[in-house]
């Protein structure tokens, strides 16, 4: 997207600049919005009729940056794909919006938002209409390894059977954590998880220490010992519950599981120990 007249955020320097060649822009469909649980502090999402485009205004959502600059409503133009549009302002998102797909995650905070809409009227210049549909069906798949060669097939006979013409498919393995399948916030998954481990280790020692014989000699070794012992366990369990998360949950990922807790546990923190 290019405008000559208004102030956007520039592609390149992710500055307000006024009539750069080109700005912070993408384009969504109904599903990602769905999927990614968009909250605005002003206006409003797209609606479905939103996604059919049968000419006139094309509504935008702004992010966060561009509260203090464009109100709910503002009207400008700007050329999208060789074509001059008129777009209107429909809703600004909440402070750090993002896209969160695998592979990758987009601040939305300085982007303006264009629905990856169908065109229901096609001009006689279509050239960047092309363009458009060949963004709209550009994207990110994934598929379990070992349904790998039956999803890319299936791909294949889909692209001949639309008579899509020509394309390319560029293949890489994507690794999974526990943040990105979830969604959870770093800070709170650490914090969320650390008050766990409190709650286990208070229950620990008042119920199951009491009938071990435990001798201290030295507290600050002991104390040294807990903590490091804590922390192999916290990231173990990290670890493992990522690893467990993205594959199948079946009885012997569960035990691979319960094996890492149970060793670093009894290995680190051996109960009953001389220290």
Request: with cysteine; proline share 3%.
């Amino acid at each position: 997207m290019r405008s000559e007249s208004e102030s956007f955020f520039d592609y390149e320097t992710e500055t307000l600049q006024k009539g750069g060649d080109a700005v912070l822009c993408v384009q969504i469909s109904e599903n990602l919005q769905n999927r990614n649980h968009f909250e605005c502090c002003r206006g409003r999402l797209f609606d479905t009729k939103d996604f059919q485009y049968y000419g006139g205004t094309i509504p935008v959502i702004l992010g966060y940056e561009y509260r203090d600059v464009y109100q709910i409503g503002f009207q400008f133009t700007a050329v999208y794909l060789y074509h001059t549009y008129n777009f209107e302002v429909v809703g600004i998102l909440e402070k750090n919006s993002i896209i969160q797909n695998p592979g990758t995650t987009i601040l939305l905070d300085k982007y303006i938002i264009m629905p990856g809409f169908n065109v229901c009227s096609m001009p006689q210049e279509n050239a960047g209409i092309t363009i458009h549909y060949a963004n709209k069906t550009s994207g990110c798949l994934v598929a379990p390894t070992e349904k790998f060669a039956e999803v890319s097939n299936c791909i294949k006979q889909l692209l001949l059977d639309q008579k899509c013409g020509y394309y390319t498919m560029d293949i890489f393995p994507v690794k999974y954590n526990v943040i990105e399948k979830t969604g959870f916030d770093i800070g709170s998954f650490i914090i969320g998880l650390s008050i766990i481990f409190l709650a286990f280790h208070i229950l620990y020692y008042r119920h199951v220490k009491k009938t071990k014989k435990y001798i201290i000699k030295n507290r600050v070794f002991f104390a040294c010992a807990e903590l490091a012992g804590t922390g192999l366990l916290f990231l173990t369990t990290y670890y493992a519950f990522s690893f467990l998360i993205s594959m199948k949950m079946d009885m012997r990922i569960l035990g691979i599981f319960g094996i890492f807790v149970i060793v670093t546990k009894y290995v680190y923190l051996p109960p009953g120990r001389e220290i």
